[in-house]
């Protein structure tokens, strides 16, 4: 063999070998998601979820769209929110990279029967799990969304939920180790909840309380030494009653209040709790009466606790209004969201 021709050889292995190197940097996962103890990791480092439940339907529509992603994002980025929590996949894979590179992570969830696609029920959910498991805007999987107030979807026995989310949850463990597993739970979840669900990472929990949620910290910390969030609190800006120095009809004052005393009681409980996602982002006309007008009412289970008229009207919890403009609850979630920047 000539010299030259043993050079061409080496400077072709070498070449390959840089180029496997680089490709497997490029495709690597560079941010890991743990738990330790009651934390939630990031890369090693704490992280509070300072969080907005995101499901933007344009008026007239019942279907999400992201339209306004780019004007969303900015609003997110002055209110300090690091994190969204989405109740179904995002397929666009533009999208999750525009969220990434506003520096906000996602809590992405798979419902049990969404038809076959990206599922539970037809196992399709992991495809997904697959396809976006290296991708940095994740931060959590999420199964299902109070399903335990709906043992009828599952032959009236909770319990083939429970086991159904246990499964799925080991699956994903076994094809993503970078990514915890939660669920949103509706309330504290009881003892059945707890025995039949090990492999839940982290605990969400959709929970209404007026405006203290203080106690479900103290209980979670008795029950469970894993880590826990708020996946839904807030309330509403319409009053359906005149209550606690609040008047009827559309109320910002009492929105804001309430919002500002639960993320108090939220950072004030650090220790036990990871954050929160404020439900919602913005208004959703789509949920009672005409998806063209802006309806009191609606409807949604164990919500009694809703601040401060005890009414769930599901059309007006959004910080931001359909069109975008802030609501007193956004200035609210903005100041408590960056003060805790500023001190973490």
Known sequence: MSERFGLKIFNGILLLVVGVLFSCTENSNTDIVTISGRQILVNDAPYIIKGICYHPVPKGSEKRSFDNLNQDLDLMVEAGINTVRVYEPITDKKVLD????????????????????????????????????????????????????????????????????????????????????????????????MSLSPNIDVWGMNVYRYDDPTPIFKEWGAI?????????????????????????????????????????????????????????????????????????????????????????????WGIVDIDRNKKEAFLVVKEKYTHISRNN
């Open 98 to 193: 525009q969220i990434h590179a506003a520096g906000i992570k996602i809590i992405v969830g798979f419902g049990y029967n969404q038809g076959g696609k990206n599922d539970i029920r037809s196992g399709t959910f992991i495809d997904y799990v697959n396809t976006y498991k290296d991708h940095d805007a994740i931060l959590l999987w999420e199964l299902g969304n109070e399903y335990n107030y709906h043992p009828e979807w599952f032959d009236g026995d909770i319990k083939n939920w429970y086991k159904a989310m246990n499964n799925a949850a080991q699956l994903i463990h076994e094809k993503d180790p970078s990514h915890p597993v939660t669920t949103a739970h509706g309330e504290l979840p009881d003892s059945l909840a």
């Open 224 to 316: 469970s030494s894993k880590p826990m969030y708020l996946s839904e609190a807030g309330g509403d800006s319409y009053m359906t009653i005149s209550k606690d120095g609040y008047e009827q009809g559309t109320n910002e004052d009492a929105q804001a209040d309430a919002n500002k005393n639960i993320l108090d009681a939220v950072f004030n409980a650090s220790d036990i709790c990871s954050g929160v996602t404020i439900f919602s982002f913005t208004d959703g006309w789509w949920k009672a009466g005409n998806a063209e007008t802006q309806d009191p009412g609606g409807w949604a289970p164990n919500s009694t606790g809703v601040p401060y008229d005890g009414t769930p009207n599901e059309e007006y």
